[in-house]
């Protein structure tokens, strides 16, 4: 009997610190995060915004009009689509934020391909969207937004607005880079510094 007795009483110590360990683990998960954010959402989302603006609308302007057509395969968006996909997703997505919604039609993405026009959608869409935050007081960002989640907040939707357009401000670095061009803030970095003149 003892022999039997020995295994039995190792695998009960084995499991019953395994649940002791899965239980102190469990406990720490329930515990509330206490630490104060590190930054305030809402300055730092207006902070990026408006250096995206800066970089969309200046690699928009750097790339020749002729090549807004240009796709790097079938099926793929081209320059002017892509940045009409930005814009009208900042029109959408600021919409829920706003107290005037901006009606994005059907076809926008392929509504034109006029260098001008691109541009000055790309000034509007992130103007709205920053409009539409900057209204925003500190409690607005926990306001529920069902529609994109049963536990979706404004907050969400904004830090959404931000990550999409950095998604496809890269996606553009590269499409302006096959196209021979070089973003304007790398080639201000890059340019020789004038020395001062004695």
Do not use: C
């Not at 002791?20 to 998960?29: E, F, L, P």
């Not at 994109?148 to 969400?156: F, L, Q, S």
């Amino acid at each position: 009997m003892r022999k039997f007795a020995i295994p039995f009483v190792a695998l009960g110590l084995v499991v019953g610190g395994w649940a002791a360990r899965a239980a102190g683990a469990q406990a720490a998960q329930n515990q509330l995060d206490k630490t104060p954010p590190s930054y305030d959402m809402k300055p730092q989302s207006l902070e990026d915004l408006g250096d995206l603006h800066k970089k969309f609308t200046s690699l928009a302007e750097a790339i020749p009009a002729d090549q807004f057509t240009w796709r790097p395969a079938p099926g793929v968006r081209s320059i002017a689509e892509v940045f009409l996909h930005v814009a009208g997703t900042n029109f959408q997505l600021a919409s829920d934020l706003a107290s005037a919604p901006h009606a994005v039609p059907k076809g926008y993405e392929e509504s034109t391909t006029e260098k001008a026009q691109i541009v000055d959608q790309l000034n509007q869409s992130f103007d709205f969207a920053y409009a539409a935050i900057n209204k925003m007081a500190n409690i607005d960002f926990k306001k529920p937004m069902t529609k994109y989640g049963p536990d979706a907040n404004a907050g969400d939707i904004v830090y959404l607005i931000v990550t999409h357009t950095h998604e496809h401000l890269g996606q553009s670095i590269a499409y302006a880079r096959v196209k021979g061009v070089v973003p304007p803030w790398t080639a201000a970095a890059q340019a020789p510094q004038k020395k001062p003149q004695d």
